[in-house]
């Protein structure tokens, strides 16, 4: 089945660490975005990219970076980790194609805690 | 301009009870307004969506209503079950130019058997 993963589902590391979060999808979607989501705040932007050579800020890109590798891959990573990075992170896909609508299809999510 | 608000921040509901889950929005570009459902350890995944030029739309034991001149919109869920018990999420969204989500808060939803 076409499909959104997300690699590591969980993974604890410490203050300071650079980590790497991956997402990839046979979905064949050029459109592919990186949210956080916090208790209370719902789910924040913090990167997105509408094709392998565009990349834009979200709302929250502060303290993370991301790579568009392929089409179907889009990496997060936190170059220097710090405690209130400790969050839910997903990617998601959609299809620029018209009268596919602006449905976004999640991954089942990273959690994410920085000791 | 950009904030969706959405409230309760948590519902709790006597299966067979009517759950409604509110949004408003301030900038009137946006001509998109899905819900999402996530269930606990899962993503998101789309609901039901309604773009502004009808008031309601209707799926199964879902419907969004919509005033427009209000920038309020809500989702109904009619005989509510447990299996509906879940978090929800409000969005908008412009159709045209970049297809950017401005997600609510979230409401969790907890459905009494």
């Known amino acids: 089945d076409a499909d959104v993963t997300q690699t590591p589902r969980n993974r604890i590391t410490k203050t300071g660490k650079r980590i790497m979060l991956e997402c990839s999808q046979t979905?064949?979607?050029?459109?592919m975005y990186w949210y956080r989501q916090d208790p209370g705040l719902g789910l924040r932007l913090i990167y997105y990219?509408?094709?392998?050579?565009?990349?834009n800020k979200g709302e929250i890109s502060d303290g993370y970076s991301v790579s568009r590798q392929a089409q179907a891959k889009f990496s997060l990573s936190l170059e220097s980790a710090i405690p209130n990075q400790t969050a839910l992170y997903f990617c998601?896909?959609?299809?620029?194609?018209?009268?596919?609508?602006?449905?976004?299809?999640f991954g089942p999510g990273t959690r994410l805690t920085v000791l | 301009q950009q904030q969706v608000k959405q409230s309760p921040q948590s519902l709790i509901v006597q299966k067979g009870g009517i759950s409604i889950i509110n949004c408003a929005y301030e900038?009137?570009?946006?001509?998109?307004f899905p819900w999402y459902q996530q269930f606990p350890g899962k993503g998101p995944a789309l609901l039901i969506a309604?773009?502004?030029?009808?008031s309601e739309k209707k799926e199964g034991r879902f419907t969004i209503s919509f005033n427009k001149s209000a920038k309020q919109f809500s989702l109904h869920i009619m005989d509510s079950q447990p299996g509906d018990s879940a978090t929800y999420f409000c969005?908008?969204?412009?159709?045209?130019?970049?297809?950017?989500?401005?997600f609510g808060t979230g409401t969790r939803l907890k459905v009494l058997a």
């Open positions: 998601a896909t959609s299809d620029s194609g018209q009268g596919i609508g602006n449905e976004q299809f």
């Open positions: 979905k064949g979607h050029d459109r």
């Open positions: 990219s509408f094709d392998v050579k565009d990349i």
């Open positions: 900038n009137t570009a946006f001509d998109y």
């Open positions: 309604i773009r502004p030029d009808v």
């Open positions: 969005a908008a969204s412009k159709t045209f130019g970049t297809y950017k989500y401005i």
